[in-house]
């Protein structure tokens, strides 16, 4: 069983309408959670950064992390064609190591 | 202020040969990590270092090695390339080695081996 797991889909949806994005983890210990934006040909980009249990909120994006579940998610409300790229969930154990998910791509049609 | 800068951008190699990789780290960040992105996957722990020392490895064969240097920039070696190491190496940069450091991405070195 991989640690992370996340449905690489693609992802298609019109511009506007709300996306959301998860992954699954294995490991109850693991406290810090990401989500990283990766434009073709481009490096990762950190987009949300939580630190256990909760909801958090930065503009259009909401981060969302159940412990109980080993759930991540990520929200993404008023799509726009910009917003298409691959987002990576990714979770750090305790020496700092990421660990990824494969990635969900996902396109924004206008 | 610069980001993680990586070079080069991209790289053609055949075969058997080897291949070195350079990674600048943000001024102020002391621990630099690589990552290999295999095309349609997410991004696999290769090294970290910090401070000089290799802090941790990810399940990666001996034909990989990386060191830091006194500036704590960083760069990764492959001897014996094979056709499966052809990927995009991502270096990333952070403070420290604890988690909670947020870690920053350069845009990566992509490698093609024929």
């Known amino acids: 069983q991989k640690e992370v797991e996340q449905d690489p889909g693609p992802l298609s949806v019109p511009e506007g309408a709300i996306v959301s994005l998860n992954c699954t983890y294995s490991?109850?210990?693991?406290?810090?959670f990401m989500w990283y934006r990766q434009y073709s040909r481009k490096g990762p980009e950190l987009l949300m950064y939580t630190y256990s249990s909760g909801n958090k909120e930065d503009g259009r994006f909401t981060a969302q992390v159940d412990k109980s579940s080993k759930y991540i998610s990520l929200f993404i409300r008023d799509s726009q064609p910009s917003d298409s790229a691959t987002y990576l969930c990714?979770?750090?154990?305790?020496?700092?190591?990421?660990?990824f998910g494969q990635g969900t791509e996902l396109s924004v049609k206008p | 202020d610069a980001g993680v800068t990586q070079s080069p951008t991209h790289l053609i190699k055949t075969r058997g040969q080897h291949v070195t990789l350079r990674c600048s780290p943000i001024?102020?960040?002391?621990?630099v990590s690589w990552y290999q992105q295999v095309l349609g996957q997410g991004p696999q722990f290769i090294f970290q270092?910090?401070?000089?020392?290799?802090?941790g490895r990810g399940n990666f064969p001996d034909r990989f090695s990386a060191r830091q240097f006194p500036n704590y920039s960083s760069e990764l070696n492959v001897n014996a390339l094979l056709l499966g190491d052809s990927a995009l190496y991502l270096c990333?940069?952070?403070?420290?080695?604890?988690?909670?450091?947020?870690?920053?991405f350069g845009a990566g070195t992509r490698l093609s081996v024929l």
């Open positions: 270092y910090y401070e000089k020392e290799e802090r």
């Open positions: 001024s102020g960040h002391k621990s």
């Open positions: 990333a940069s952070t403070l420290g080695v604890q988690a909670k450091n947020i870690q920053y």
């Open positions: 490991n109850s210990a693991f406290q810090y």
């Open positions: 990714a979770i750090e154990n305790q020496g700092g190591k990421l660990i």
